[in-house]
């Protein structure tokens, strides 16, 4: 069971917040609080919140105001701002303040991620302290806006192609890599395309948004990050990629498994960005620093990305990668994801020692041959 605090100066809105989400999940505990100076007065002392959700727009005191004193007393806690203004402005506040922003009127979608959400992150084998802190440097890098716009335009039904081109047609770096992506041996055409329609047709829907998601990110992180290690991670995370892939193919994955184990591989450098902060290294490097670096990278990746709406399936390949089973190898994705980070880390080929604690021998005679 889940605790969850409302804040709202429109009581009609709260009313049907409420409504809905006692629909969604009838167990979990709710409460509505109108005065956004004293958002906390209706929260009993042993209560900890797993999600605040707060209107931007309020007498007083704006809801991003909010959100980060919320922070504080509940720092696990994952919190989202509702707002009918969604000018840049107004969402660069937010990403300060909360992981999520939801347009106004809200719709069913929007709620049942949100705590879907908060399902998901709890399931990660995270403590409270752990947690809260996770909590803490997802807000260093919000998801960006133009990813956000993508991914809404891929949940409708009858979206197409064309409705991305018009979305990523003014961002230079983003057509660059889906053309370069789409022309590459990844995918084996005989034919260059650079027709951006036909490079999102060839790499397919879940591609696509993970490479938009990818660069998006790398073009935010711009701010928090020194640019010669953004570059190098950046670099690093497209060669665990592309050795990703090598492992998949010497296998014969079939198309979805291959195109799974790439994007986990991609975003599993979101967690690199985010340790190489200069924040990160001066708030939180201190309380995990026995921690192994890979497991740290991993266990960010995999928050972030749940907090942003990704599956959990590939979350799970991303934070199984850092110690994963030796059992079903073929099929073992977290598995292939750390062995790809071993080829990336020793010129493109899996030492032997490692290839050695593998069970299946047709496996490790395919791999060595990498």
């Not at 704006?62 to 919190?79: F, Q, W």
């Not at 071993?342 to 490692?354: L, S, V």
Request: glycine residues 4%; hydrophobic residues 45%.
């Amino acid at each position: 069971m889940f605790n969850v605090l409302f804040v709202d100066d429109d009581s009609f809105m709260l009313r049907a917040l409420l409504r809905l989400a006692k629909r969604l999940r009838p167990e979990w505990q709710f409460w509505v609080e109108e005065d956004g100076v004293n958002w906390a007065k209706s929260i009993p002392q042993h209560i900890k919140l797993d999600l605040i959700v707060c209107d931007y727009l309020m007498p007083e005191i704006n809801g991003d105001a909010v959100l980060l004193e919320a922070s504080t007393h509940y720092p696990g806690a994952i919190r989202a701002l509702l707002t009918g203004d969604t000018t840049e402005e107004v969402v660069c506040k937010a990403g300060k303040a909360a992981h999520f922003v939801l347009s106004k009127p809200f719709n069913e979608q929007d709620i049942v991620q949100l705590l879907t959400c908060v399902e998901r992150t709890h399931k990660l084998p995270f403590t409270n302290d752990v947690r809260a802190m996770l909590g803490a440097s997802a807000l260093l890098l919000p998801l960006p806006d133009i990813v956000q716009q993508v991914r809404k335009v891929l949940k409708d039904e009858q979206s197409q192609a064309a409705d991305i081109v018009d979305l990523v047609a003014h961002e230079p770096l983003i057509t660059a890599k889906l053309l370069q992506l789409a022309n590459s041996a990844f995918l084996g055409f005989s034919r260059t395309t650079l027709s951006i329609e036909e490079a999102i047709k060839r790499l397919g829907v879940d591609l696509t948004c993970a490479i938009i998601t990818s660069i998006a990110v790398e073009q935010s992180a711009t701010s928090i990050i020194d640019k010669a290690t953004q570059v190098n991670i950046n670099e690093h995370a497209y060669q665990l990629a592309l050795n990703a892939q090598k492992i998949a193919s010497k296998l014969s994955l079939h198309k979805g498994l291959q195109e799974e184990l790439f994007i986990a591989a991609l975003m599993s450098a979101i967690g690199e960005l985010i340790v190489s902060s200069r924040t990160w290294q001066s708030l939180f490097a201190s309380q995990v620093g026995d921690w192994p670096a890979r497991k740290l990278i991993v266990a960010i990746s995999a928050y972030l990305l749940t907090l942003w709406g990704y599956s959990e399936s590939l979350c799970d390949i991303i934070l199984s990668s850092a110690e994963p089973e030796l059992t079903d190898s073929e099929h073992n994705l977290a598995l292939l994801l750390c062995l790809a980070n071993y080829a990336t880390k020793f010129h493109g080929k899996i030492p032997e020692e490692i290839l050695q604690k593998l069970p299946d021998e047709q496996i490790k005679q395919k791999l060595a041959a990498l």
